[in-house]
Nanobody, 123 residues
C-alpha cells in the first residue's frame, strides 16, 4: 500500500516556475514507477510525466517536454515535478501517481493516486 500526498501548487504568472512535491508513505515506495497527471477544468485527466523505480528512465507528454522535469529521491520517499516556462494551459489539478512500469503510466496503468494540488497559471 502506498499513500501519496502532493504539495507545492499555487498561483504563478505565465513564464514562471513552480516545483511540485509528492511525499509517499509505505515500505515499498522504491518498487513503484512514479508519475504526474493533471486535469484542467472541464477536461479529462491527462498524463504529464513518469519516472522509473531507479530514476534512470523518464517519459514526458509532448506538451511539457523541455519545460518540465521529473525526479525522485527514494531515500526521502518523494517525487518532484519542476515546472518552468509555465503557460496558462498548464493550469489544472496535478496528481501524483504510482504504478508498476514507467512506460505504462501514460496509458493510465496506475495503482495509487494522490488527491491532487492545484496549479493556476495567469496570463
Amino acid at each position: 500500500q502506498v499513500q501519496l500526498v502532493e504539495s507545492g501548487g499555487g498561483l504563478v504568472q505565465a513564464g514562471g516556475s513552480l516545483r511540485l512535491s509528492c511525499a509517499a508513505s509505505g515500505r515499498t515506495f522504491s518498487s513503484y514507477a512514479l508519475g504526474w497527471f493533471r486535469q484542467a477544468p472541464g477536461k479529462e485527466r491527462e498524463f504529464v510525466a513518469a519516472i522509473s523505480r531507479n530514476g534512470y528512465l523518464t517519459d514526458y507528454a509532448d506538451s511539457v517536454k523541455g519545460r518540465f522535469t521529473i525526479s525522485r529521491d527514494n531515500a526521502k520517499s518523494a517525487v518532484y515535478l519542476q515546472m518552468d516556462s509555465l503557460k496558462p494551459e498548464d493550469t489544472g489539478v496535478y496528481y501524483c501517481a504510482a504504478g508498476a512500469r514507467v512506460m505504462s503510466m501514460r496509458d493510465n496503468s496506475i495503482d495509487y493516486w494522490g488527491k491532487g494540488t492545484l496549479v493556476t497559471v495567469s496570463s
